[in-house]
């Protein structure tokens, strides 16, 4: 068996190697030439499997571990017999953390109290049901648009798109990438739906960049439409528009989901399709040398502290947002090398804070948003 797999996705050399020849390349570099010959593909968001690509191989599975699947001409493969398969949820907690400490910086940064507030979360799958656990337990109101969904589960937890950007403070994206069709998302946000927001709104992409057309969200910065904008990801990835970049409050080269566990899940989940699909005993395989994080405990003495300074410090802890988007700015040429090389990032649940002092209400919401918690007397 054959297979040319990314060399960039982590925790896979070794793995597959008792039962196929393997070959890891970049994913841009992945072309005909390269899989003439191979079974099959383990891929991320960079190798675009389309006809031009897959026309004349012998490629018989593609696994992406990744969450979106844009990259994969899904019918061609159904009507050529090329099995095909993504990775949904694997880092949907991974992106919770990432919303959760922009919030939080949000909320320090610019004086804006973030309990009471509307948060209106435009795709509720994986990821969007994980934010807006995250949102309720820090006390805000939350709307939820999802088309689809509503669909199927009638529209009673749902709001109409326009409801939702007339009536919400912040506005987060967590859609897929869909060209045409009925949910059809690509340039989603237009200057028509930029012109609906309400006035002085935030808005916050970590979905795909081409969801928001640049002009339009330059325009609604500019002119004060919206009082700012977090972006993670961007239109023309990696060749980003610096000027959008350097109008964003906070902006990061599409590491949302990037924490080493939601990658350690990906892997996983591509690999026990594959097994399942070739009849390899890998079914069951997940990564056994998954780094630890450098502090797991995180002591806070939380006399005199307010409960969103208290929340504040074990997230960011775990996560400062602040090095992603400096590292961005300082060096946008660099940023596929930066997502390539990105730094151990693990989750809340690798952590346990231990409180001094704490009120009930500060150790229920770390709870809710994922960490472990004690609450005793430290010296």
Known sequence: MKIVADDRIPFLQGVLEPYAD??????????????????????????????????GTSVKFIGTATIGFDHIDTGYCEKNGIAWTNAPGCNSSSVQQYITAALLKLEKD??????????????????????????????????????????????????????????????????????????????????????????????????????AETSALRKALKTGKLSGTILDVWENEPDIDTDLMSSAYIATPHIAGYSTDGKANGTAMVVDTLSRHFNLPLTEWYPENVPAPGKPDIKIDCSGKKDEEIIREAVMHTYDISLDDRNLRNSPSTFEKQRGDYRLRREFQAFTVRLKESSENVKRILEEIGFNVDVLHFK
Not at 33 to 55: G, S
């Open 110 to 211: 610019h004086s804006f109290v973030l309990k009471g507030k509307t948060l209106g979360i435009i795709g509720v799958g994986n990821v969007g049901s994980k934010v807006e656990n995250a949102a309720r337990a820090l006390g805000m109101n939350i709307m939820l648009n999802d088309p689809p969904r509503a669909r199927r589960e009638g529209p009673s937890d749902f709001v109409e798109l326009e409801t939702l950007l007339r009536e919400s403070d912040i506005i987060s994206l967590h859609v897929p990438l869909n060209i045409v069709g009925e949910d059809q998302t690509y340039h989603l946000f237009d200057n028509d739906n930029f012109g609906k927001i309400r006035n002085g709104a935030w808005f916050i992409n970590s979905s795909r960049g081409e969801v």
């Open 22 to 55: 393997v070959v890891y390349l970049p994913g841009n570099m992945i072309g005909r030439n390269e899989i003439a010959n191979v079974d099959a593909l383990i891929i991320r968001t960079r190798t675009k499997c389309t006809q031009t690509l897959l026309n």
